[in-house]
């Protein structure tokens, strides 16, 4: 069955026939392809390809993807990267409504004057548990908070839900910042990265997979410049589609958060003896049948990514597998504990995460 003739028949589809998470999928994509599509040459366009521009290219002087965590084994996965005394303060007063994406997204400022992004939805929850396994791993990530409820003062939101746009209620939401001095000058793609096939990227490439991050577009990766350290730091900076199943779900909730989902979901998908494939990113074949091609352009946007969770040099997922070793068993329960999962929640992807760690040190 070839994808012109699916898309051509998604065209006399009636949208009914899409399923409501596929569809939402599909919006969430078209809006990242059109940040991504920004022309613009000024500094403020930060979607652009730091390697297809040349002017931005020339800014990359001195790249880093992933920096020695020192001493694994004592650092506090509760609090993250940004530790406790830089946690969020309320009150929060409304500063701007981004648009972007699916989920609901704005811009606060909270009592000490620092300004955060903030997300609601689905998302909130697993992106600042996989933000903690990522820096303790040495890999760059936002400074990360679960906030499990406030209100924001003087909001004007079209989106989100009616208690957030009504009355500026938040539950359960995402609190985001980068440390000053740096800014976002573009994104980078996975396969012209300039760490391409270095341990590092390798290492990379087997966190999502531990995570079960399937969004592995492009546009969700970020190149930061770091002034005050002269140097510019490349991450995976929209992590929320973690702890679900291995690819896009037939509803957004089973694909992003959703202990049932991971725990059903699979992990090593094989092994030679110089390689190691995962099951993540699953290429999202099924959501293209199951809606008749109607989504075609999403599809076409993830089919080529299950390449990132194929054919990883052993030696790099073991060195990934051994630094994953050295977190204890209270760390992983507190980076699920500072993301606001249920207790039961908590213990069973500890357990879950657990168990691939052992694998890993298997191999």
């Given at each position: 069955m070839h994808l012109n003739r699916l898309s051509h028949w998604?065209?006399?589809?009636?949208l009914s026939v899409v399923p409501v998470g596929f569809a939402a999928h599909a919006q969430d994509d078209a809006a990242a392809q059109s940040a991504h599509s920004k022309t613009k040459d000024d500094d403020k366009d930060n979607d652009r390809d730091v390697r297809s521009n040349a002017a931005l290219w020339a800014k990359v002087q001195n790249p880093v993807l992933w920096h020695e965590p020192g001493n694994i084994a004592a650092l506090d996965l509760y609090w993250g990267a940004g530790g406790k005394t830089n946690q969020p303060k309320s009150p929060f007063v409304f500063l701007s409504?981004?648009?972007?994406?699916?989920?609901?997204?704005?811009?606060?400022?909270?009592?000490?004057?620092?300004k955060w992004r903030v997300k609601e939805g689905e998302e909130a929850q697993p992106e600042v548990a996989a933000s903690r396994l990522l820096w303790a791993m040495g890999y760059y990530a936002n400074e990360d908070y679960?906030?499990?409820?406030?209100?924001?003062?003087?909001?004007?939101?079209k989106r989100g839900s009616q208690d957030l746009k009504d009355r500026g209620t938040l539950v359960n939401v995402r609190f985001a910042r980068k440390p000053d001095g740096q800014k976002k000058i573009g994104i980078w793609e996975w396969k012209t990265s300039p760490f391409y096939g270095?341990?590092?990227?390798?290492?990379?490439?087997?966190?999502?997979?531990?995570?079960?991050?399937?969004d592995l577009k492009d546009v969700n990766n970020a190149v930061y410049m770091d002034s005050k350290n002269n140097r510019q730091i490349f991450l995976v900076s929209d992590i929320g589609a973690s702890f679900g199943s291995n690819g896009v779900s037939w509803t957004r909730s089973r694909s992003k958060g959703n202990v049932d989902s991971f725990r059903s979901s699979g992990f090593i998908q094989s092994k030679t003896n110089s390689t190691v494939s995962?099951?993540?990113?699953?290429?999202?074949?099924?959501m293209l049948l199951a809606t008749m091609g109607a989504t075609a352009k999403s599809f076409a946007m993830r089919k080529d990514m299950d390449w990132i969770g194929n054919d990883i040099p052993i030696q790099d997922v073991r060195w990934m597998g051994g630094l994953l070793g050295q977190l204890s068993h209270k760390q992983l329960t507190d980076a699920f504990r500072a993301a606001n999962f249920s207790e039961d929640e908590v213990q069973a992807y500890v357990e879950l995460v657990e168990s691939r760690i052992t694998e890993l040190k298997k191999l």
């Open positions: 998604a065209l006399i589809c009636t409504e981004d648009s972007n994406g699916t989920n609901a997204k704005l811009d606060v400022r909270d009592a000490n004057g620092t679960l906030v499990p409820g406030g209100q924001v003062q003087n909001i004007k939101m270095s341990r590092e990227f390798n290492g990379l490439r087997v966190m999502m997979a531990v995570i079960n991050n399937w995962f099951s993540t990113p699953k290429k999202p074949t099924g």
